[in-house]
């Protein structure tokens, strides 16, 4: 979404509002001279000094919001607040005021009196679509879905020409279940054609809305034109370098609690320090917790790039002498796809974070298996595949709780649980649709489903009686802390999953926990996560051939429980020395591909 300019030029008040625009002007040139000098108080006195001797001038409002944009800047959050709040009262239309006076309440932890600014500024400022973007990106954060999606509802009909609300408000309504999520409305700009509406979704939206691998690659790339201007790289360093271990550089804003630090942090700890150095180059939230302390802990050298642009962050990877960036965020949230772009390591490859051809600039591999990347579907991507024998690292140090009992799940004791805990935006009425006829033609099945927010749930259950399902046939569940997540997946029968966008770390916890996993594999990178892992746990019987075929087991099953056990019982047998869960040979084998697409760069 748009953001609010840092300053004003003296422009910003018109010469019928009383003010005195040339001396204005004369002010702001200088302060901006003073402050690309790198004089920041001498501009800050400034037009301080303006407002005290011009206090009730229109004029002044532009100082107060000058001076606030430069307090902020310099990290004084709260007197940039106190000068924003002034602008708004000396001139209450001056709406990029507004917009800043909530910002700065938004990082001070000040949430709802943000929310107030923005829709107290609604009433009368101008500026009413960037305005209700920050409601609606707010109301977002706080999972507030509905309110969000109609503020950006709002925003878009007074501006059809917003494709980062279109992104935002489309994906919304996938995270809410409403669908259809591209609802059409005739006669307004913009909401006429359903596969235009799709085709707005942002690179991350769209794989769970199409299995078309040209469409999702065509919506990554309008995106980067969108987002990112070229950036020239920077110049060529001689080639080989030095003697010693491959320098492999993580990048990534998800050194966190989070999905990808899930997986990949004992690859981190694994690695064979006689052939590779590990960098991890880190632009994460800091905020300290146990599976971020672990994650910097296994780095040999961990590079902040928090307070650093794209293009310094670039320089210190080509000032580390990486060898190879293994970028781990891709096109999701918060990523910075700038830093790729300026070719900092000669070979730069994604991998994790984001399941599909991103075609960013200076990115040149991903990482993949057979499976998730078929021949076929080579031709899709950008980038050069390079294979590994399976492509999902992970963690085999995660603890599981004990098991609960089905009632403290509110599950019925003696049904046969499919369990379907994939993120609500990747459930699409197709595979709703099979889920239901699951459940009609198995009455002993029970349907366990993640309850990530309330308008989903209203949502699902409305799809469900439709298709003439009720209520006791459903069960949602609450997020836990994840000891206790991979202990109650021990209470399902088979964990259902999703398409087009499948389930990846999801797919694998419920393997760690020895639940069986259905899949019905498609065209995309990202439809085909758990029929990967399936194979490498060395059960093909769980990958459905079809739709047909999947609704078809998953009723034989529930109407024969005894036929999967066996599967169940292999999963268990097999889960500590199967391919999925052996790290230490992921490891060694992804140390391998990186060395032989890095030579003869490198001389051990």
């Known amino acids: 979404m748009p953001s609010p300019p840092r300053s004003l030029d003296a422009g910003a008040v018109s010469p019928d509002a009383g003010g005195t625009p040339k001396t204005l002007m004369q002010l702001v040139q200088q302060c901006h001279a003073w402050v690309a000098q790198g004089q920041l108080q001498a501009a800050m006195v400034a037009y301080k000094d303006w407002i005290a001797q011009h206090p009730a001038e229109p004029s002044s409002a532009v100082a107060a919001f000058n001076l606030a944009a430069l307090l902020n800047q310099n990290g004084q959050k709260e007197q940039a607040l106190t000068f924003n709040k002034l602008a708004t009262q000396i001139q209450p239309r001056l709406y990029q005021a507004w917009v800043n006076l909530g910002l700065c309440q938004?990082?001070?932890?000040?949430?709802q009196q943000a929310l107030q600014t923005w829709q107290q500024a609604l009433m009368e400022a101008p500026g009413q679509v960037i305005l209700l973007n920050h409601i609606g990106r707010a109301q977002e954060i706080a999972k507030d879905y509905a309110a969000a999606q109609k503020s950006l509802l709002q925003s878009?009909?007074?501006?059809?020409?917003?494709?980062?609300?279109?992104?935002?408000?489309?994906?919304?309504?996938?995270?809410q279940c409403?669908?259809?999520?591209?609802?059409?409305?005739e006669g307004l700009p913009g909401f006429e054609d359903a596969q235009d509406m799709i085709e707005r979704l942002g690179p991350f939206g769209i794989l769970s809305q199409s299995d078309d691998p040209h469409i999702q690659r065509a919506c990554a790339q309008r995106f980067l034109q969108r987002k990112q201007a070229p950036i020239p790289p920077l110049p060529p360093t001689p080639s080989p370098r030095r003697p010693g271990p491959l320098r492999v550089g993580y990048l990534s804003g998800d050194f966190k609690t989070h999905a990808v630090s899930i997986l990949m942090t004992e690859v981190f700890e694994l690695h064979d320090r006689s052939r590779v150095q590990v960098w991890g180059f880190d632009y994460s939230d800091p905020t300290p917790t146990p599976m971020r302390q672990r994650v910097l802990a296994a780095f040999d050298h961990h590079v902040p790039l928090h307070a650093l642009?794209?293009?310094?962050?670039?320089?210190?990877?080509?000032?580390?002498d990486i060898d190879v960036v293994i970028d781990l965020t891709g096109l999701t949230a918060g990523g910075r796809m700038a830093i790729l772009a300026y070719r900092a390591a000669p070979v730069q490859i994604?991998?994790?974070?984001?399941?599909g051809s991103s075609a960013m600039p200076g990115l040149t591999h991903v990482l993949a298996d057979a499976f998730l990347v078929p021949p076929a579907l080579q031709a899709q991507f950008a980038e050069q595949v390079l294979y590994l024998s399976c492509y999902q690292a992970n963690d085999r140090q995660r603890a599981i709780g004990p098991t609960p009992s089905r009632a403290s799940c509110d599950l019925p004791e003696q049904a046969f649980v499919l369990c379907a805990f994939n993120n609500t935006y990747k459930i699409t009425p197709a595979v709703w649709r099979v889920w239901m006829r699951i459940l009609q033609r198995a009455p002993t099945a029970h349907l366990w489903v993640l309850e990530d927010n309330p308008q989903a749930k209203i949502q699902l259950l409305r799809q469900a009686a439709i298709e003439g399902i009720g209520p006791e046939r459903l069960t949602f569940a609450q997020r836990v802390e994840p000891q206790a997540y991979l202990a109650r997946l021990r209470c399902a029968d088979l964990f259902l999953d999703t398409a087009p966008y499948g389930a990846g770390t999801t797919a694998s916890d419920a393997l760690w926990a020895g639940l069986p996993v259905l899949t019905c594999p498609g065209r995309s990178m990202v439809s085909r996560m758990a029929g990967s892992l399936l194979m490498a746990v060395g059960?093909?019987?769980?990958?459905?051939?079809?739709?047909q075929d999947y609704e078809d087991k998953a009723v034989g099953w529930a109407q024969h429980p005894q036929s999967l056990q066996a599967l169940r019982q292999s999963l268990q047998e097999r889960r500590d020395s199967c391919r999925l869960f052996d790290t230490p040979t992921f490891v060694r084998d992804l140390e391998q591909v990186l060395i032989g697409v890095s030579a003869p760069r490198n001389i051990a």
């Open 350 to 355: 994604g991998y994790l974070g984001f399941m």
């Open 309 to 320: 642009s794209d293009a310094q962050a670039a320089q210190a990877i080509r000032d580390a």
């Open 539 to 547: 059960l093909p019987e769980l990958i459905a051939s079809d739709w």
């Open 156 to 175: 878009l009909v007074l501006d059809p020409q917003q494709p980062d609300v279109w992104q935002h408000y489309l994906h919304l309504r996938a995270k």
């Open 178 to 185: 409403q669908w259809p999520v591209a609802h059409t409305i």
């Open 106 to 111: 938004e990082s001070l932890g000040q949430t």
